[in-house]
């Protein structure tokens, strides 16, 4: 399996999270299966080759709403992905439907869709997604992104604890709280990536009161252990043990 991602331009902060290609790089008639872990995001994808299963056969353009458990994923050896990680507040910001309506789900996105257009078949969606971002203001609860706890967020937005919980009801389909326990989560399961420090450290600096908080909260929202996650995790994707991964 390859999973890059594209350097995300200044321009794209506060909307898009990540630009991501996924390889699975296998044999086109077996299916590999994998596990997607929560990260606070929403996921619009164009397959570009291939076929992917989660729950039902996918089609070649589609988006995934926020995910609150690990999502059990089957791909064809030969599947390759584009795909834009979205924060909530933007994917809100380019029309699209509620978070709420379709957690831990996917819906088909239409060829004809505006949403269609971000992600081409030639990979260049850089210009389009800037061009849909220009003139949109930032949200203010994307300092979520830059605070360990609600209160802090009050403090830095300027927003009451009210008007806290109804924007985040409206934009993520949770309370603040809630939220801010993906993003750590979400900071965990790259922290214990790559040329990681122990997993004490990487519990400290994801805001964990200790190693043992960060291990409940990734069997709790991953179904796995930080262990695992090290060993076998790709960005937000998990090979599965008991199938061909066929790495390159």
Same mark, same amino acid.
């Given at each position: 399996m390859d999973y890059r991602e594209t350097p995300r331009p200044p321009k794209l902060d506060g909307f898009v999270a990540a630009i991501w290609t996924l390889d699975i790089r296998g044999k086109p008639d077996e299916w590999v299966g994998h596990q997607a872990v929560p990260d606070g995001c929403i996921e619009l994808i164009r397959r570009h080759a291939?076929?992917?299963?989660?729950?039902?056969e996918q089609p070649p353009l589609f988006v995934t709403g926020l995910a609150l458990r690990p999502a059990a994923l089957r791909f064809s050896g030969d599947a390759r992905f584009t795909g834009i990680?979205?924060?909530p507040w933007g994917w809100h910001a380019l029309d699209g439907d509620r978070c709420a309506d379709f957690a831990d789900d996917w819906r088909?996105?239409?060829e004809d869709s505006p949403l269609a257009a971000l992600l081409t078949d030639d990979g260049a969606q850089l210009p389009g997604l800037i061009a849909a971002f220009d003139d949109q203001p930032q949200s203010p609860i994307d300092l979520i992104r830059h605070v360990d706890s609600v209160g802090a967020l009050a403090r830095a937005s300027g927003l009451g604890p009210r008007q806290l919980?109804?924007?985040? !009801?409206?934009? =993520?389909? #949770?309370?603040?709280?809630?939220?801010?326990?993906?993003?750590?989560?979400?900071?965990?399961?790259a922290g214990v990536q790559g040329d990681a420090p122990g997993l004490?450290?990487?519990?400290?600096?994801?805001?964990? !009161?200790?190693? =043992?908080? #960060?291990?409940?909260?990734?069997r709790a929202l991953g179904g796995l252990s930080p262990g695992t996650a090290r060993r076998r995790a790709a960005g937000p994707f998990v090979p599965a043990r008991d199938e061909p991964t066929m790495d390159g």
């Open positions: 291939g076929r992917s299963i989660w729950r039902s990680r979205l924060w088909a996105v239409a919980q109804r924007i985040f !009801a409206r934009e =993520a389909g #949770m309370p603040p709280r809630s939220y801010l326990r993906l993003l750590r989560f979400r900071d965990a399961v004490a450290d990487t519990a400290a600096a994801s805001g964990y !009161a200790d190693q =043992a908080h #960060m291990t409940r909260e990734f």
